[in-house]
């Protein structure tokens, strides 16, 4: 039995059309007056990004054969998206961070880092490992993904955090094209029924950050 959605269940090529649709309208017209922020939850579905290796797909998945697998335009490795997943895209003009990508990550790792502390969940980054990282039995695992597209100083794409979703469809990857670390959720962490103000904790969180920006 899947678990009650965060959001409504979309398809992950529907949101990638959106964003593709915005990031041009962006680009041909230089606005920068309007950013978006994408919240979802996606159906089942396995993305390879630009510095993908199939091989990471350490067997093909008979159980979960009916599971597409897209070819998209993020950077990163293969991952996973599914139900109780947050998914978060930035369509934003990178003028927002001084024309500076490694402030831009830094302020998304940030993001991540806050709503883990709100559920008393120790994150923290690792040096030229994109993502966050907790302790988990004295193993170190990832929680969250960073990967973006950034062309003509417009960014696409964003971040994913595992919620409450089934962690089993990341064994027939490698996902992020990690060979010795494992994957964790917040319900794995901190196990108890906490993801019903997810929405309004991420909208508060963004606010601030965006606040302290501009």
């Given at each position: 039995?899947?678990?009650?959605?965060?959001?409504?269940?979309?398809?992950?090529?529907?949101?990638?059309?959106?964003?593709?649709?915005?990031?041009?309208?962006?680009?041909?017209?230089?606005?920068?007056?309007?950013?978006?922020?994408?919240?979802?939850?996606?159906?089942?579905?396995?993305?390879?990004?630009?510095?993908?290796?199939?091989?990471?797909?350490?067997?093909?998945?008979?159980?979960?054969?009916?599971?597409?697998?897209?070819?998209?335009?993020?950077?990163?490795?293969?991952?996973?998206?599914?139900?109780?997943?947050?998914?978060?895209?930035?369509?934003?003009?990178?003028?927002?961070?001084?024309?500076?990508?490694?402030?831009?990550?830094?302020?998304?790792?940030?993001?991540?880092?806050?709503?883990?502390?709100?559920?008393?969940?120790?994150?923290?980054?690792?040096?030229?490992?994109?993502?966050?990282?907790?302790?988990?039995?004295?193993?170190?695992?990832?929680?969250?993904?960073?990967?973006?597209?950034?062309?003509?100083?417009?960014?696409?794409?964003?971040?994913?955090?595992?919620?409450?979703?089934?962690?089993?469809?990341?064994?027939?990857?490698?996902?992020?094209?990690?060979?010795?670390?494992?994957?964790?959720?917040?319900?794995?962490?901190?196990?108890?029924?906490?993801?019903?103000?997810?929405?309004?904790?991420?909208?508060?969180i963004l606010s601030y950050f965006f606040n302290l920006l501009i």
């Amino acid at each position: 039995m899947e678990n009650q959605p965060l959001f409504f269940l979309k398809d992950y090529k529907l949101f990638w059309g959106l964003q593709k649709e915005i990031f041009d309208i962006k680009i041909q017209s230089f606005n920068k007056k309007y950013n978006f922020i994408i919240c979802a939850e996606h159906n089942h579905v396995y993305t390879i990004g630009r510095n993908s290796k199939f091989p990471n797909f350490l067997m093909f998945y008979n159980t979960y054969k009916k599971i597409p697998i897209l070819k998209v335009d993020r950077g990163g490795d293969v991952t996973y998206h599914g139900p109780g997943q947050l998914v978060v895209y930035f369509i934003l003009d990178l003028f927002l961070f001084n024309y500076d990508i490694n402030f831009l990550l830094r302020f998304i790792e940030n993001v991540i880092i806050y709503i883990l502390l709100k559920y008393k969940i120790i994150g923290f980054r690792i040096i030229n490992q994109a993502g966050i990282w907790v302790i988990c039995h004295n193993d170190l695992k990832k929680i969250g993904s960073i990967g973006l597209k950034i062309r003509h100083y417009i960014t696409m794409h964003g971040f994913s955090l595992n919620i409450k979703n089934n962690l089993n469809y990341y064994n027939y990857i490698r996902p992020c094209g990690l060979k010795k670390y494992g994957i964790t959720s917040l319900y794995t962490e901190n196990n108890f029924y906490f993801y019903i103000n997810i929405k309004s904790l991420l909208k508060n969180i963004l606010s601030y950050f965006f606040n302290l920006l501009i």
